[in-house]
Structures are given as C-alpha cells and as structure tokens.
C-alpha cells in the first residue's frame, strides 16, 4: 500500500470492483474463495461526519471499516498472503486469526485500529476489523 | 382504538436491527454443518463478530435448517447462503447463484418483516449455540 498502483493494478481493481457483494473475488489454489463484503468498505459519506454519527457508521451492526487505500486489490493481495501462512485448506470448515499489522488499517465503532481478523468459514474467507 | 407504534425506518437513527444478527450463514456439506458468523450482543461479547458451527444433526442445526426452508419459501428461491450488508440490509443467495436483496425501508415491508423475524431467530439460535460451545470450552 505504500506504492501508487500500476496500470494492471488499477485494471485489476477495477475487474474486483464488478463483483457483487457476497460474490467470489478470488479463488486461492487451495480451493478457498476470498470473498467481498462491502459493509467493511469504506464509503464517501465517512469522510463528512465524525464524533458519534462515525462510530455508529462503524460499529458491529453497520461494520467495521478499512481504510480507502485498502483496494479490493489490495484486500485480495494480503488476504492470499496471510493465508498461506495460516495452514487453512479446503477441509478447513472454520476458523479464524486476528494480525497486528503495526500501521493504521481502519476504523471500528469510530476507533483507529490496526488489527485486521481474517474468518474462515466453509471455505469463504472475508476480514474485518478489530480493536487492539 | 389501537394505538400505533413507530418503527425506524432511518438508518442514521437507531438500528432496525439489534444483535444477535447473522453476519453469514453457509452450509458446510463437507461437514454437516451449518457455520454461522455471529453479531453477538454485548452481554455475550464485545466482539464484532463470534464465529459458530453447529452440526446439522443437533437441535439447534435442525432449528436453523427448518428457519432456513421457511426463508426460501418466503423469498422464493432455494436458499444457499446468506450475508448480512449492514444495519437491516441483507443478501440471499440461492443453489443456482441467483440473488435477493433484502433492504430498508424495503417496498414490502410485510416480507422484510416477516425475514427479519426468521432472521433474528436463526441468529438467537446461533447465539446460544456459541454460549453452550464456549461454557464447554471456556479457553478459548
């Protein structure tokens, strides 16, 4: 995230952007599908309020958000990478795992936080975020 | 006379919707089971979301396969999946791939009322199925 996207990414973006929310982003060669959930998106009108009415646009029931410069792009790359190392596979029926990414990731019921867990859930994986 | 009762619809207002919620349902075939991700109320935890699985055999796995059966006979398809999108808005996707949105203030609000009662009992159940899982395993 701290290099400006090329071309292809920006192709690669915009192909992720088709998918609707529920819909497969990415199949991993495990047989995993990373999946897009777009409550956890960021959205425009966050960008014009604050105080309580940002928690409440955070929080658990409207969902925890990511930070704009996570791209879909982006979410798919590091989703796929943390995966490989967490040894889930297609016989993997759930579970999950929270990282310390040690930077900003995104907010959640109004809070900068930099822990992001990632859910597994018959074969399905989708992450959000969580207070430290 | 009967008096009338307000329901928010607004979604900056108060929520239409209050935890538990389900945030996601699948049918895991490869192992029996329903795996659920949970909204949890506060009381059960501040967590945004508690994952559960309950075996399709067990009571409460047959309580959410029959609310699941009443759910597709009430959005007419065959229900594969649910998502929840936020607040009281929710996704339903059936066998063959095809969709249906369920959202607030929503046309028919007799439908969206009567899927939020299934809901909220899919979700309860699910919720309770995570306390008795965690009272077993209270090391989580």
New interface residues.
């Given amino acids: 995230m701290s290099q400006p996207p090329n071309q292809k990414d920006i192709s690669a973006e915009e192909t992720l952007r088709r998918a609707?929310?529920?819909d497969v982003l990415h199949r991993l060669p495990s047989g995993l599908m990373i999946?897009r959930?777009?409550?956890h998106e960021w959205l425009d009108q966050l960008d014009e309020i604050s105080g309580d009415?940002f928690a409440?646009k955070t929080d658990?029931?409207?969902?925890?958000k990511f930070l704009r410069d996570w791209t879909l792009f982006e979410y798919v790359r590091w989703i796929a990478g943390e995966v490989e190392g967490l040894g889930w596979d297609?016989?993997t029926?759930?579970?999950?795992a929270t990282l310390n990414l040690g930077r900003n990731v995104g907010y959640?019921k109004g809070k900068m936080v930099q822990c992001v867990?990632i859910?597994i859930?018959?074969?399905?994986i989708?992450a959000?975020?969580?207070p430290e | 006379m009967s008096d009338v009762i307000p329901i928010d619809l607004d979604p900056?207002g108060g929520?239409i919707?209050?935890?538990p919620?389900v945030d996601?349902l699948?049918?895991?075939r490869?192992?029996n089971?329903w795996?659920?991700?949970l909204?949890p109320e506060d009381s059960v935890s501040r967590?945004?979301?508690e994952?559960?699985?309950i075996p399709f055999t067990s009571e409460d796995g047959r309580r959410i396969t029959f609310q699941v059966a009443r759910l597709s006979q009430l959005l007419g398809l065959k229900l594969r999946?649910l998502?929840?999108?936020?607040?009281g808005d929710f996704?339903f996707?059936s066998d063959d791939g095809s969709?249906r949105e369920l959202a607030q203030p929503h046309g028919r609000l007799d439908l969206s009322m009567r899927a939020y009662v299934l809901l909220a009992d899919i979700a309860m159940t699910a919720q309770i199925a995570f306390g008795s899982q965690q009272a077993i395993a209270p090391t989580r």
């Avoid at chain 1, 658990?60 to 925890?64: A, Y």
């Avoid at chain 2, 998502?83 to 607040?87: A, K, S, V, W």
């Fill in positions: 609707m929310d529920g999946i959930r777009m409550k009415a409440r658990k029931v409207r969902g925890s297609a016989n029926s759930a579970g999950e959640s867990c859910v859930s018959s074969r399905c989708h959000y975020l969580v | 900056d929520h919707v209050e935890p919620i996601a699948q049918y895991d490869a192992h089971a795996v659920v991700t909204i967590r945004e979301k994952l559960v699985t999946e998502i929840h999108r936020g607040d996704v996707i969709r």
